[in-house]
Structures are given as structure tokens and as C-alpha cells.
């Protein structure tokens, strides 16, 4: 079946790099998306990637995707305290509904 | 202007009926409901394109949706139950399927079934 697991809580210092990770069970899923919620709002998206690429990279964000372990991560340069939001991964598949982890916790100090 | 959601807050009892509004980004005619709560994340409720429901989740037969002409979606829940307390978010796509499947994301209506 389809999941999608990322650990809940990851705790940085301002400055330093984020990383958050996930795996995936869905071999045939096309894109994999890391969506950003702040607090009272809705998700909103930071970035995706296709399934046959190894990388992306955008401003601080960094993707890896590992196809062959379905493991996904998201890496943050210079994490600020504006970065403090919950990050979900997604999978799509062959349906047209996204599959969401539970979310990570990131938690920024000064 | 993004997705907008109506009401954003509402507080029922178990048993009342419920509808939730949305509207979409002016273009997209795809429109996504997802419920969010603490113990489950985020689970997909069904999907609506050109008024047609084109995928829907594993929910009970309570949850139902619907699309108008003019791409706006509503959702309702019957015989509410305490469980169905969420955050119900709404999500619009240019295109079925969400093409790469990006949404684009209301801030929500929180539900609170007393």
C-alpha cells in the first residue's frame, strides 16, 4: 500500500543546515513534493521533484531522491527562525490524490 | 487572489450537518478536499474536476462533495461525529490530476463537533 513516514520533531540552531527525511512505499509514484505549513495556515508548496531525477536544487532548498531505498530529503541551508513550520513530504502516484507523511516539526532557535 | 475557504472556524454538535464552501484559483478547475487532524495527517477526501468527482478516499459515505459550474466546491458531512473534528483544507489545480501535482492550498475551516 501506500505510505509515507517522516520522523516528527527536528530541532536546529539559527544558522545551521535542516535536513528532514521520508520514505516512500510507492515505486510508481511520478512526483514527490515537500509542502511547508506556518501556523493558522494552509500548505503551501516549497519545491517537488520527478522520479527520475537525483537532485534539485532551489535558493537554500536541496532535494535528494534515492529511488532504489524510496527515501526522500529535504535540506535547508542557513536555517532561519522563519523556517520554524511543520514540513510535510508527498508521493503521487498512479491516482490523483497526493499521499502525505504525517509531518516534521521543525523547531528554529536563536 | 488564492484559494479561499468559508467559514474558518465553526463548532457543531454530534448528529448536525455541516456544509464547507470553496473557491478555487479563478482558472483551475480542479478542486482537492483534504481533512487534517493531530492523529491521522492529512487524508484525501475526493477530488472534483468540471463537476465531476474523479477520485475519492477511503472516507464513509457521510462525506460527500460537490462542484459547481463556476469551479466552486462544497463539501458537507452529515450525522456529524465527534471524531470529525478537522481541519478540512481545500486545494485547487489548473488541471485533473494536478498535473505535476502541485495544489494550491486554502487556510482552512476548522471544524469542532462538540
Known amino acids: 500500500g501506500e505510505d509515507v513516514e517522516q520522523s516528527l520533531f527536528l530541532s536546529v540552531r539559527e544558522g545551521d543546515s535542516s535536513v528532514i527525511n521520508c520514505t516512500y512505499t510507492d515505486s510508481s509514484s511520478t512526483y514527490l513534493y515537500w509542502y511547508k505549513q506556518e501556523p493558522g495556515a494552509g500548505l503551501q508548496l516549497l519545491t517537488y521533484i520527478f522520479s527520475n531525477m537525483d537532485m534539485k536544487q532551489d535558493q537554500r532548498l536541496t532535494v535528494l531522491l534515492n529511488k532504489k531505498d524510496k527515501h526522500l530529503s529535504l535540506r535547508i541551508a542557513d536555517t532561519q527562525t522563519g523556517d520554524s513550520a511543520i514540513y510535510f513530504c508527498a508521493e503521487k502516484g498512479a491516482g490523483t490524490a497526493l499521499i502525505f507523511g504525517k509531518g516534521t516539526t521543525l523547531s528554529v532557535s536563536s | 487572489t488564492g484559494v479561499t475557504q468559508s467559514p474558518t472556524h465553526l463548532i457543531k454538535t454530534r448528529g448536525q450537518q455541516v456544509t464547507l464552501s470553496c473557491s478555487p484559483i479563478s482558472g483551475h478547475r480542479s478542486v482537492s478536499w483534504y481533512q487534517q487532524t493531530p492523529g491521522q495527517g492529512l487524508q484525501f477526501l475526493f477530488e472534483y474536476f468540471s463537476e465531476t468527482q474523479r477520485n475519492k478516499g477511503n472516507f464513509p459515505g457521510r462525506f460527500s462533495g460537490r462542484q459547481f459550474s463556476n469551479s466552486r466546491s462544497e463539501m458537507n458531512v452529515s450525522t456529524l461525529e465527534l471524531g470529525d473534528s478537522a481541519l478540512y483544507l481545500c486545494?485547487?489545480?489548473?488541471?485533473?490530476?494536478?498535473?505535476?501535482?502541485?495544489?494550491?492550498f486554502g487556510e482552512g475551516s476548522r471544524l469542532t463537533v462538540l
Open positions: 486545494a485547487s489545480s489548473p488541471f485533473a490530476g494536478g498535473n505535476t501535482g502541485e495544489l494550491f
